[in-house]
């Protein structure tokens, strides 16, 4: 299974909601990630979880807050949103080395959230 | 800061032409580098990932090159065809989890 799913695939929310995007793996990885795009552009990195522990935060705003419960889950919990904060949402997983403390391997990509805030 | 660029941003061919597609990254101490493909509205399929100690790799029609003295990676693709049309990324990763995602290539193949 070299599966990355991602709900909801869409979510309309207002300013005042608190939403949560889930992300879910079941290959073993043991690295993974939330990477937000805007329309024409690349990803951009918001937060790295490696081994369960946040290894990289990319100074995202506090209203959003990353949540890894487990190996196999990954949560962006959502408060308080701008408009211009609407988005694709995209997770990936990868299989970090550790010792180097970089990723060799491919990372995985789910299908995305489609964020709209109004 | 590691910046990486795509040339060119959009490309229209008809169906059967070999294709290159082109990456540059200003810094040339990476770990590795991935191509991908990412059709409207949906996540990134990784085609092809070369470590910084490989000069190239193959997979199918698609054939990615890379260069770090010079900071260049080329996409070649033959044979094109109509299901090859969509986005192209680059993405280059340094020491740690993070990878610098180019600014893309929009491909288009014309039946």
């Known amino acids: 299974d070299t599966e990355v799913t991602q709900t909801p695939k869409h979510l309309v929310m207002g300013m005042t909601n608190k939403k949560s995007l889930k992300c879910e793996q079941h290959m073993g990885h043991r690295a993974m990630y939330w990477y937000k795009q805007k329309a024409k552009k690349p990803p951009e990195l918001m937060f790295v979880?490696?081994?369960?522990?946040?290894?990289i935060n990319e100074s995202v705003p506090s209203r959003f807050s990353p949540e890894c419960p487990n190996s196999s889950l990954l949560n962006l919990h959502l408060h308080a949103l701008q408009p211009e904060d609407s988005a694709l949402y995209l997770c990936?997983?990868?299989?970090?080395?550790?010792?180097?403390?970089?990723?060799?391997?491919?990372?995985?990509f789910g299908p995305g959230t489609r964020l709209t805030v109004l | 800061k590691q910046e990486v660029t795509q040339i060119p941003a959009a490309l229209s061919v008809p169906e059967g032409e070999n294709l290159v597609l082109n990456c540059s990254f200003t810094d040339s101490a990476i770990y590795n580098l991935q191509w991908f493909r990412q059709d409207p509205g949906k996540g990134l399929t990784s085609l092809l990932l070369i470590q910084s100690s490989q000069r190239e790799q193959t997979s199918g029609r698609l054939n990615a090159s890379l260069d770090k003295s010079s900071g260049r990676s080329t996409l070649y693709i033959a044979a094109s065809q109509p299901g090859d049309s969509a986005t192209y990324l680059c993405a280059v990763s340094r020491w740690t989890y993070k990878y610098i995602f180019g600014t893309g290539t929009r491909l288009k193949v014309l039946a």
């Open positions: 979880y490696s081994y369960e522990k946040l290894s």
């Open positions: 990936a997983s990868s299989q970090p080395r550790l010792a180097e403390r970089t990723t060799t391997d491919t990372q995985y």
